[in-house]
């Protein structure tokens, strides 16, 4: 009986090692939302001291300006975009929506810019003849098939970028804060 209890104290001390070592080994995931601090101090938003439709008038113009392209479906939530090619291989878009909102001291614009960076792939392609008194040929080509390839997405966090944003918005709107 004791060489039994010993069998079994040795297993559980197995199984405790290997839960200890499982422990050790097991990186906990981390999320991007688990750093996010919602400070009441933020860089995303600018006040006017116009209406909402007016605000956002001024703040379509300021991408206009600079050579976005703007979507004016809605009065006060614009959409623009941008496309910068660094590189020959590369290349990303810079989309920004601003939304314009009532608040006690006027109106809020808030901003928000995404960046999403492309790089060029190239896929090497091949044909086939197929005839029927002779039979398929598959022929490779040597021309290859580039195109740009997503290769990532952020959400742009610079307050110095969206300070340069907001200072042209001011400097257009005509407001002395």
Same mark, same amino acid.
């Given at each position: 009986?004791?060489? *039994? %209890? ?9 199984? $405790?090692? !290997?839960? %200890? ?15 996010? @601090?919602? +400070? ?11 209406? +909402? ?5 001024? =703040? ?14 809605? +009065? @006060? ?5 941008? &496309?910068?090619?660094?590189? +020959?291989?590369?290349?990303? *878009? ?5 939304? $314009? %909102? ?7 614009? &808030? =901003?928000?810019? %995404? ?26 080509? =040597? =021309? ?20 340069? !944003? ?12």
């Amino acid at each position: 009986m004791s060489m *039994r %209890l010993r069998s079994m104290a040795a297993l559980a001390a197995a199984g $405790c090692a !290997l839960a %200890l070592l499982g422990a050790c080994s097991s990186v906990k995931e981390t999320h991007a939302y688990q750093a996010e @601090t919602f +400070p009441s101090d933020t860089p995303f938003q600018y006040y006017s001291s116009k209406a +909402p439709a007016a605000a956002c008038e001024v =703040a379509k113009r300021a991408l206009l300006s600079q050579g976005y392209q703007v979507n004016d479906s809605k +009065p @006060t939530n614009i959409q623009g975009e941008k &496309y910068f090619r660094p590189t +020959p291989d590369k290349a990303s *878009r810079l989309a920004i929506t601003l939304v $314009c %909102l009532p608040s006690n001291l006027g109106t809020a614009i &808030y =901003a928000n810019a %995404l960046e999403t960076e492309f790089e060029m792939k190239s896929k090497g392609s091949s044909a086939g003849v197929s005839v029927s008194a002779i039979g398929s040929l598959s022929l490779p080509w =040597a =021309a290859d098939k580039d195109s740009l390839v997503k290769v990532g997405e952020e959400t742009v966090t610079s307050t110095d970028f969206y300070r340069r !944003l907001f200072d042209l918005i001011k400097a257009l709107d005509g407001d002395d804060e």
